[in-house]
């Protein structure tokens, strides 16, 4: 199941909280091994915090147009680029686990026990929508502004014809998690899973078939037990035929013929990797422990960005509004933007093990090392 940075409810820390936490480090360091003036070089860092809870989602209509959404209904807009940001009323106290706008009007979140927000001013109000079930929803996907597709826990696939005011549940109830829809247009759709589980729709998602790439059959259960299909959390389709899938051990693979037949895509081993964005001539995919991929042929080749982005918490999500600007999210109130289609990153919100001022005094470190 793919809840990766769900936590214990915490306290707010605000930007001071975190100044005030270096200041006192510094003012003990320097009692404690005696440094003077002259030698206590640390400077108290300008962390930028959007909010300290975790972000599990992030959609970009426009260059200017960001909404986030996370831990306990958290809503954050920013209407110029990320430079301020503005919190959102949510109503809800639930994960929200992925949100979607089509315009800088129009958007849908879904998240906990059913949740479904959705909003047609931008975010200024936000109603929920009775989904008719309490199962976790973990995915969501409009084509526009009427036709959309909800996917959750428990094998659940809700489809509204209504922009989200009424549901209706598609398919039967089992012990399957389906962690991403795509839909490229009102009949043909994706739906990614646990165990390499790939299903595929063309009347609207009344039925489903299940695509199986050659790498993942198996010529018996023992077979299976020995080697267990990665459950696939990524999902990303251009066009009804060129499509992109991402998971656990680093897994990524596309399809040119809309599933038929699906290749692997020579990547490092490595950490799950949750979401897979293209856009353009440019690919993205994130995951857990700071784990970035940029692929710059169009999804075909992908190259691991060790150091673009200077932290190590877990990526929970990436859009891009186009083939230059984009957006990451993740644990920790973390908010990263590129301008130059994901070759550098700045941090709107979040710490970096590079800002200035994290190493340790000089006095200190000496002891320490003693």
């Known amino acids: 199941m793919f809840l990766p940075i769900l936590s214990p409810r915490k306290p707010f820390i605000t930007t001071a909280a975190y100044r005030w936490a270096i200041l006192f480090f510094v003012m003990f360091s320097c ?26 989602a992030v959609s970009a209509p426009d260059e200017n147009h960001v909404w986030i959404a996370g831990d306990y209904g958290v809503i954050f807009h920013s209407s110029d680029g990320g430079t301020t940001w503005r919190e959102q009323r949510s109503g809800v106290d639930v994960m929200l686990c992925d949100i979607q706008f089509i315009d800088t009007k129009t958007g849908w979140i879904v998240g906990g026990q059913g949740t479904l927000l959705a909003t047609t001013d931008g975010g200024t109000t936000w109603i929920r929508y009775d989904t008719g079930v309490m199962r976790h929803l973990l995915s969501l996907s409009f084509v526009d502004t009427q036709y959309g597709w909800v996917v959750g826990e428990f094998a659940t696939i809700l489809y509204t014809q209504d922009g989200g005011k009424t549901w209706q549940t598609l398919g039967e109830q089992s012990d399957l998690l389906y962690n ?24 609207g998602g009344r039925t489903w078939n299940q695509q199986m790439p050659e790498f993942f059959k198996r010529d018996n259960l023992e077979d299976e037990y020995d080697r267990p299909r990665p459950t696939l959390f990524g999902l990303s389709f251009t066009d009804a035929q060129n499509g992109w899938i991402c998971g656990m051990d680093s897994t990524i693979m596309r399809t040119r013929d809309g599933g038929a037949t699906w290749e692997l895509v020579p990547t490092q081993r490595g950490e799950p990797l949750y979401t897979i964005c293209i856009k353009g001539g440019r690919s993205w995919c994130v995951g857990n422990k700071g ?28 859009d891009f509004s186009n083939d230059r600007t984009g957006w990451i999210v993740g644990s920790s109130g973390l908010i990263v933007k590129t301008t130059d289609g994901g070759e550098s990153w700045n941090f709107c919100s979040g710490m970096s093990y590079l800002f200035e001022g994290f190493s340790m005094p000089e006095g200190l470190e000496k002891r320490i090392i003693e």
């Not at 400077?43 to 915090?49: E, G, L």
């Not at 970035?292 to 990436?318: C, H, N, P």
């Open 31 to 56: 009692s404690a091994t005696g440094c003077s003036k002259a030698r206590q070089k640390m400077k108290i860092p300008d962390i930028k915090m959007v909010t300290s809870e975790n972000i599990t």
């Open 291 to 318: 784990t970035y991929l940029l692929s710059r042929d169009g999804g075909e080749g992908w190259q691991r960005m060790e150091e673009a982005i200077t932290t190590k918490v877990l990526f929970a999500d990436v």
């Open 180 to 203: 991403r829809v795509c839909f490229v247009d009102r009949m043909t759709g994706w739906i990614v899973g646990e165990a390499g589980l790939i299903l595929h729709t063309t009347d």
